[in-house]
């Protein structure tokens, strides 16, 4: 009889919390996870267009006869194509990708493509992941994507070696979408780590964009690498925020309401200390930019805004309830969308009109800035006692962790909006998205 005059009890709590998460989701949105991030700027936001352009290419089966080329094309030469591989040359291991020379930007770049629906290879990938299957680098990562980016790393590491050797002061990059933004994830942390396998190259010289990137790496090693890599999420983008193990995901795809209660449950019941200190649970990687295009709710638009940290808590860690979740994850738009961001971005510096010397300045004290911020969230990383996290000096050894992480955090973030807060003092954004100097600014 106790048990079951229990159930409606059960049922009540359950209700509530059911209802709590549903209220805190429609009151969430997008642009809060950011709200406290520095602005980014037009200098350093500059790759991500022409790097979503170069990714879309790998989907063409001929270069030189595009089918699917942006407006202006995708700024690619075909002659300085190393190489390119398909689904057939790539047994299976890992989804089509492009090695290509931009002499113009001094790049040498690895590019990957994104999930293919029509493909199984590419659906086993994904779902070989299971919670804390892998352990790597002193933390854990997605074991799929790891072994792809292994069998890339270890096919393509001589032809890397021969243009490092041939470049010596060309940038590597790694860039990829989606599936392949984690397997570039994975692969530059391999190349870090086996440097003398690709010509000695210097750390500084390895760059990686992960466009929409799955979580694939746990937190100390999405901090400590954060030099290096780079995430950037469009909005709503569904992917970075999907903290379900992949393999749940897929096979509860026929039955939405059963992952929706467990995410409920989960989201509810967690506490945020929890899933920090779980050196289990993996995240998007590295420094992380947002750009918000919406106002809120997707009721309309806005002159885009791109944010950028180097967060320790707060990666991304809630699904946003949007019609725009599966849209905003598409290269095709991220590249369109980019491309505005960064004209608005030159647009505020050209309207600005700041002088060349202090563009010279900004652009120098850039790294710095960036450094400064690596360092301090790698300390806040060990303030919050996540697993696995150190901060390292300069000499490689280990330091004292600095007291006061956050406003380490936060001064280094009101440096880099110097510009940006200047610049919304002075002008406004009209009806139609353009940027007006304001009539009553003092």
């Known amino acids: 009889m106790s048990l079951v005059c229990g ?9 509530l919390g059911c209802a709590r998460w549903a209220w805190k989701k429609c009151l969430y949105t997008a642009g809060r996870e950011s709200e406290n991030w520095g602005f980014a700027t037009a200098s350093e936001f500059e790759p991500i267009p022409r790097i979503c352009r170069y990714i879309l290419a790998v989907y063409e089966f001929d270069i030189r006869n595009p089918l699917w080329a942006p407006p202006g094309g995708y700024g690619i030469n075909p002659d300085m194509v190393v190489l390119k591989k398909d689904y057939d040359e790539n047994q299976g291991k890992v989804s089509p990708y492009m090695i290509y020379i931009d002499k113009d930007n001094q790049e040498i770049l690895l590019l990957i493509s994104g999930l293919n629906l029509a493909k199984e290879s590419d659906y086993l990938l994904l779902l070989d992941d299971k919670l804390g299957q892998t352990k790597f680098d002193g933390g854990y990562v997605h074991n799929g994507l790891l ?10 590491c001589e032809v890397l070696k021969e243009l490092v050797e041939r470049h010596e002061d060309y940038t590597l990059t790694f ?8 397997v570039v994830t994975l692969l530059t942390i391999l190349a870090v780590k086996n440097r003398e396998k690709i010509g000695y190259i210097e750390r500084k010289r390895i760059k990686c964009f992960a466009i929409a990137p799955a979580r694939c790496v746990s937190l100390n090693l999405a901090v400590r690498y954060a030099d290096v890599i780079n995430s950037v999420v469009l909005q709503d983008d569904f992917m970075p925020r999907t903290s379900v193990a992949s393999e749940v995901l897929f ?17 509810t019941c967690t506490l945020q200390e929890q899933m920090l200190q779980d050196p289990r649970r993996l995240y998007a990687p590295g420094r992380l930019y947002h750009v918000i295009v919406r106002k809120p ?43 505005s961001a960064l004209n608005t971005l030159k647009e505020k510096d050209r309207v600005m009109d700041i002088p060349p010397q202090q563009r010279m300045e900004r652009s120098s004290s850039l790294a710095i800035e960036h450094s400064e911020e ?65 009539t009553n600014w003092h």
Request: hydrophobic letters at 40%.
């Open 7 to 15: 159930c409606p009890i059960l049922e009540c709590v359950y209700c």
């Open 147 to 156: 072994k792809a980016a292994q069998w890339v790393f270890e096919n393509e």
């Open 175 to 182: 860039a990829g979408h989606s599936l392949g933004a984690g």
């Open 251 to 267: 096979k509860s795809l026929f039955c939405f309401p059963c992952i929706l209660c467990g995410t409920c449950l989960k989201e």
């Open 297 to 339: 709710f997707g009721v309309g638009r806005i002159s885009p805004v791109v944010k950028t940290a180097v967060p320790v808590d707060g990666r991304f860690e809630h699904m946003v309830l949007s019609c725009h979740i599966i849209s905003d994850h598409s290269i095709a738009l991220m590249e369109r969308e980019f491309s």
């Open 374 to 438: 690596h360092k301090a969230a790698l300390a806040r990383a060990v303030a919050l006692e996540v697993p696995e996290a150190y901060s390292p000096s300069e000499y490689g050894t280990f330091q004292k962790v600095p007291e006061d992480t956050d406003k380490l955090l936060i001064s280094s973030s009101r440096r880099r909006e110097n510009w940006d807060g200047l610049a919304g003092r002075l002008f406004e954004t009209d009806e139609s998205g353009q940027m007006v100097l304001k």
